[in-house]
């Protein structure tokens, strides 16, 4: 591989304590011919004391022998543009939660296929949300029970029907590439929608933009 193609690759950090899942997880970036393992943590006190500025993405995992991993995610995004992506066992409703709203830009499970993993990887790299479906399903119970003050009618939405769409279509972990495929309209016209629902939402993020749709009512699952 030439020196050129070699800065073109996406780096991966993993902060995962099971050597099994670690050594998975690694296989994934290591058989993906556009990503680049970066390096490993076991722990909190380990990924707490990493410089990750240049680190594209972190793979982080929340049940950390020395703590949650959730609490890592503030500092690594103050490092510069690394993303953070969960990957864990807990697909309860308080730990995807805390994830999002302390900035984790996806939320998948263990259990999730190799493949999902992979393409959540992608999808996160892209500036996209992926959220496995079983806990997109935790967030929308949540809200439900106890932010019921927010609901509004559906005749009150603030989205288009399209915007609605792009929204449930991102709830899924879908890319703004299968979203646009899904909806039958072109990659600019998804740029819009997309601006459009971040405006209204002032979000930065879909991860953001789902948890406050859904939060407020707008958004169904």
């Not at 805390?98 to 999730?112: F, P, Q, T, V």
């Not at 939402?201 to 879909?206: E, K, P």
């Given at each position: 591989m030439s020196e050129q193609e070699n800065q073109q690759l996406r780096s991966i950090f993993i902060v995962e304590d099971d050597p099994i899942v670690a050594g998975y997880l690694a296989n994934i970036v290591n058989s993906d011919e556009a990503l680049a393992l970066a390096g490993r943590a076991e722990n909190i006190a380990d990924a707490g004391a990493m410089d990750f500025a240049g680190v594209d993405l972190v793979l982080l995992d929340i049940g950390l022998p020395d703590g949650s991993g959730v609490d890592l995610v503030e500092g690594i995004k103050q490092s510069g543009d690394t993303k953070v992506l969960m990957i864990t066992s807990f697909g309860d409703r308080?730990?995807?939660?805390?994830?999002?709203?302390?900035?984790?830009?996806?939320?998948?499970?263990?259990?999730?296929?190799?493949?999902?993993?992979?393409?959540?990887i992608h999808v996160t790299l892209e500036g996209g949300s992926p959220i496995s479906p079983s806990t997109a399903t935790h967030l929308l119970d949540r809200v439900r029970r106890n932010d019921e003050q927010f609901a509004v009618e559906p005749e009150d939405s603030m989205f288009t029907s399209r915007e609605i769409e792009a929204l449930q279509l991102f709830a899924k972990g879908a890319s703004y590439k299968e979203t646009a495929d899904a909806m039958g309209i072109s990659h600019k016209t998804i740029g819009n929608h997309v601006k459009s629902i971040y405006r209204k939402?002032?979000?930065?993020?879909?991860s953001e933009a789902v948890y406050e749709a859904i939060k407020t009512g707008q958004l169904k699952i």
């Open positions: 308080e730990s995807v939660l805390m994830a999002i709203e302390a900035g984790a830009d996806g939320y998948l499970l263990k259990d999730d296929l190799a493949e999902a993993v992979q393409r959540g939402l002032a979000v930065n993020s879909r």
